[in-house]
């Protein structure tokens, strides 16, 4: 299993720029991605990055605006949200490719 920490979470004002990060600890080889999850609606997929080559996938709500990456490193992979939008609000988790989710952090744009 993975554990996964979320950060970097808050409050923005819409064309703002927040920079998300889970911090992952275990088995950290792997494929990771960003999940969301506004009030009342469904949990949708907004990015990730795969493990093998590092290839990145965003869905097209947030393409142009959001970028994801990963600091090996670290064991660290980040999501850069820039021109932030009211329907941008929701909790952000992080998720790997063992299907390990991290708590989540609140994203609001207001």
């Known amino acids: 299993h993975v554990q996964l920490v979320e950060s970097g979470g808050g409050l923005v004002q819409p064309g703002g720029s927040l920079r998300l990060s889970c911090a992952a600890s275990?088995?950290?080889?792997?494929?990771y991605g960003w999940f969301r999850q506004a009030p009342g609606k469904e949990r949708e997929g907004v990015a990730v990055?795969?493990?093998?080559?590092?290839?990145?996938f965003v869905d097209d709500s947030v393409e142009g605006r959001f970028t994801i990456s990963r600091d090996s490193a670290k064991n660290t992979v980040y999501l850069q949200m820039n021109s932030l939008k009211p329907e941008d609000t929701a909790v952000y988790y992080c998720?790997?490719?063992?299907?390990?989710w991290g708590q989540g952090t609140q994203v609001t744009v207001s």
């Open positions: 275990g088995y950290t080889f792997n494929t």
């Open positions: 990055i795969l493990n093998r080559d590092g290839v990145t």
């Open positions: 998720v790997s490719g063992t299907n390990d």
